[in-house]
């Protein structure tokens, strides 16, 4: 079993910046591809990035490329996502998933850990 645990979430003017971190605990955290999903009311869980056990391998969806980061810190147990420029769009609550690989998330992370999610609120 893994159990991750989101913060950094909060309200931001567009254009602003948020950090938003994952703590993970239970099974080897280095052994696990880790990602990030956000969902907006009504509408479905989206992929917005992933990154490999190693961090050799990352994945963005296209709307946060050049804008998101995401980077894992393997000694502290803890997934990153570095959110610049943010828009109205961008809100949702975030989700940190932990799975097999990183190509595993990019495809729905099915067989993955979740946390229980971070408010992320863009005020135009």
């Known amino acids: 079993q893994v159990q991750l645990v989101e913060s950094g979430g909060g309200l931001v003017q567009t254009g602003g910046s948020l950090r938003l971190s994952c703590a993970a605990s239970g099974r080897t955290f280095s052994n696990y591809a880790m990602g990030w999903f956000r969902q907006a009311p009504g509408k479905e869980r989206e992929f917005v990035a992933a990154?490999?056990?190693?961090?050799?391998?990352?994945s963005y969806q296209n709307s946060v490329k050049g804008r998101f980061t995401i980077s894992r810190d393997n000694a502290k147990n803890t997934v990153y996502l570095q959110m610049n420029s943010l828009k109205p769009e961008d809100t949702a609550v975030y989700y940190c998933?932990?799975?097999?690989?990183?190509?595993?998330?990019?495809?729905?992370?099915?067989?993955?850990?979740w946390g229980q999610g971070t408010q992320v609120t863009v005020s135009s």
């Open positions: 998933t932990a799975d097999s690989t990183s190509e595993a998330i990019v495809r729905g992370a099915i067989h993955g850990y």
């Open positions: 990154i490999s056990w190693g961090g050799r391998t990352i």
